[in-house]
Nanobody, 124 residues
Framework: QEQLVESGGGLVQTGGSLRLSCAASGRTFSVSAMGWFRQAPGKEREFVASVDWSGRSTTYHDSVKGRFTISRDQVKSMVYLQMNSLKPEDTAVYYC?????????????????WGLGTQVTVSS
């Protein structure tokens, strides 16, 4: 059974950086597209970024393009989200998820396996 554990969240000032990590266990990680999603208070969970099984192809929500970078380490079974130039509107609980389909459609179809999330708070 797949398990995902996020870490790396915290409190940061506007313009700062954080690196989120997701430790994955299970047999399908190496062949699965993976994504990062976030949920702000009072809002629905939204797609942030996704990466294909090889790590070579990625997609991003328009609001984070040029600021966030998703990557993965197949040997360590890890997925990362490097977040730079953070803004107050990036404040949310960030979730690592296994895309239910391909990385390309992850923004539409979402994930089918989730971690518990890690809180990111950006102060103005």
């Amino acid at each position: 059974q797949e398990q995902l554990v996020e870490s790396g969240g915290g409190l940061v000032q506007t313009g700062g950086s954080l690196r989120l990590s997701c430790a994955a266990s299970g047999r399908t990680f190496s062949v699965s597209a993976m994504g990062w999603f976030r949920q702000a208070p009072g809002k629905e969970r939204e797609f942030v970024a996704s990466v294909d099984w090889s790590g070579r192809s990625t997609t991003y929500h328009d609001s984070v393009k040029g600021r966030f970078t998703i990557s993965r380490d197949q040997v360590k079974s890890m997925v990362y989200l490097q977040m730079n130039s953070l803004k107050p509107e990036d404040t949310a609980v960030y979730y690592c998820g296994r895309c239910s389909t391909t990385y390309y459609y992850c923004s539409v179809t979402g994930g089918d396996t989730w971690g518990l999330g890690t809180q990111v708070t950006v102060s103005s």
